[in-house]
Each structure stands twice: as C-alpha cells, then as structure tokens.
C-alpha cells in the first residue's frame, strides 16, 4: 500500500513538473506510429491509409501522447486520390485518448463511433442525410459524431481535394488562446476556439493523436506524408527562486522582469511563458493560495488604449494559467493601464519600469 502511495506520489510530482517543449520530428519512421486497418508505412516518410479498395480504412496513430495544455504545429501532406465525382470519403485527423483504435467505415471516415474525441474531417463525398455540403469540405467534430448538425465549426467548403496531387495540411493549437486552426495549401479553412480540454476530454489533457481514412461504396486512396511535427518532450517546469517565494510569503509584490508583452499584444509569449510557467508550479504547489496578477503600463499613447491593453493581458495570463490547469479560483487578473506609476514615464529606463506584471498573494501563506 505505502509503495503504492509512493508511486501515486511519483507520478504526480513528475506530471506536475511537467512541461512540453517543442521537439521536431524531421522524417518520422515507423517506429513513430501504430497502424491499424489497412493502413502501412511505404519507406519514404509516408504512409498509405486506404487503397482505392471499397469499403476499407486504415489509421495511424502517433505512439506518444501529446499534452493538450502545450502548443503544437503539424504539417502534413494529405494525398486524396483522383476521383473526384465518384471518389470517397477522405480523412479525419482525431484527437483520443486511446491509441490505435478505429471507428466505422464509408461516411464514418474512419472516426465516427470514438468517444470520447475530436476529429478534424476532410471530407470527399457527400453524404446528404449528414448535412454533408455537395463540395469537399472540413469541419471539427466532437466525439466521433460525423452529423453536421453537432459539428463544433464548419462544415466549411474546400476547393476539390481529390485532383490526384499531394496538399499541405498544417494544423496549430495555441492553448493559450485555445485555438485549433486547419490550413490547406496555406489557406485558413477552419478555426475554433474552445475549452477542448473540458468540454470534449473532461479534464484530461493527455491524448493522442492519429489520421484516418476510409473508403465506401465509393473509393479513392488516401496517402499521408510528414513534412514536419513540431511537438514536445518532457522537461521540468522553472521554479521561482528563494527570494522571490519569500516575497510572496510575506504578501509583498513580486514583479518577474522577465515577464514583458511585446508592443500591442496581449498574449504571453516565449520567454514570458517560461516565467509564467513557474507561477504555474508555485500555484501548483500551494493549492490554496490566491495570486493577484495587477498588470500596468506606460504613459505613451492614449490612456484609454493603455487601459484595454492592460485588461487584455490581465486576460491573456489569467487564460494561460488556467490553461496550465490551475483553477479559475486561484487567480485574481486585474489591468490598471497607466495608473500607479512606480518610476517617471519620461524616460526609456523609467517606462520599462513602468510596463510591468506584479504578483501578489490575496492571503499570504504562513
Ligand atoms: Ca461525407
Ligand atoms: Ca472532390
């Protein structure tokens, strides 16, 4: 039993600690992926989902599973065969937190049936009682239901896929702004902005990824190759140093110099998400505290701008630690624009002094 709870303890402290950083996969191999179906790896980087062979499907699934709370950026080459009229039924990239598995055939894509699940569809034929549109088209469905109807975005018309040519399929998701965003031959076609993480996997943000295809009454062959996949291996998460911790302790500000937005945005970024990250662990790791997060700017340019500014990157930090797990209860963001200078705003020392995120704990913790 004691082992047992040392394990538990193990595994939390390490998940904790964990945090995805961007990792490229230049020519995955086969080794990267489990096939299920009709689908094999064919040597050159790519593989072969379905041949235009009726009523078959075939997937592949990345072994590793990917961490929903971290960005991640695929592009890929979708193959879609040469039948166009009478060509079926395309792809669907799914997100599942089971690996290898496979849903119906024909109209199903080779998803319909997962639960629970996301799946970007790429669909080629048109299947009229699902509300399909008469064009190829794409849309984001949850939970393995292919009715348009229940789609989360779209369906969205594409130009026609099935023109025997390869096509550039890049897929982002930015979890801060928590975005999924589908491009084909460098054209946005679909986006969606949502709790994917509550609202389809209840909380679980480990899930994996796979790409499947399937064929009908109609039929067409569906190749995917990988130009790249820029993904994230497990590394721990900064902490906050000694005399940093202690100023919270004691209820005093903490500002992380840092922790700067670059002009007019009010996303963190790059090194403004390292430093974030630690107020993630320190949060993490005192559940009960309360952390103010009061952000300011300088005095340049219109005041009421500076206020929306401010507000929008209160916002965008309190969303990204929300999307680091941590509870909506925990985090008090407030902008103050250009109020309560703490240096002279004509000077370039004195306005980066004053452009600032402070921290501080509503309670102290003793
Ligand atoms: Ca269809
Ligand atoms: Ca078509």
Sequence with gaps: ?????????????????????????????????????????????CYSLTTATQWISGSIWYKTAIDLHQPFDMELKLFLGCENQWGADGMVLVFHPYLGRQGYRGEGIGFAGLYPSLGLEIDTYRNGHLEDPYDDHVALMANGRPH?????????????????????VRVQWQPSARRLTLLIDGRQVLSYTGDIIKEIFNGNSKVFWGVTAATGRYVNRHEICFEKLVFTKVAPLGRLDKSAIQLLSKGKELILPKLQFSSGQSQPQGIAIEELNKIVRYLRENPRAIMEVNTFTD?????????????LRATGIADYLRSRGIPKRQIKARGFGERFPIAPNNTPVGRRKNRRVVFRLVKPIV
């Design 1 to 45: 039993m004691f082992q047992k709870l040392l394990l538990i303890c193990a595994l939390l402290f390490g998940i904790n600690q964990a945090y995805l950083s961007a990792q490229r996969i230049a020519t995955p191999t086969a080794e990267d992926f489990v096939a299920s179906g009709t689908a094999f790896f064919n040597g050159s980087g």
């Design 148 to 168: 348009h109807a229940l789609s989360l975005a779209g369906p969205n018309r594409i130009p026609n896929l099935e023109d025997c040519q390869d096509h550039k």
């Design 299 to 311: 005095s340049s340019g219109d005041e009421q701008r500076n206020q929306e500014l401010s507000n």
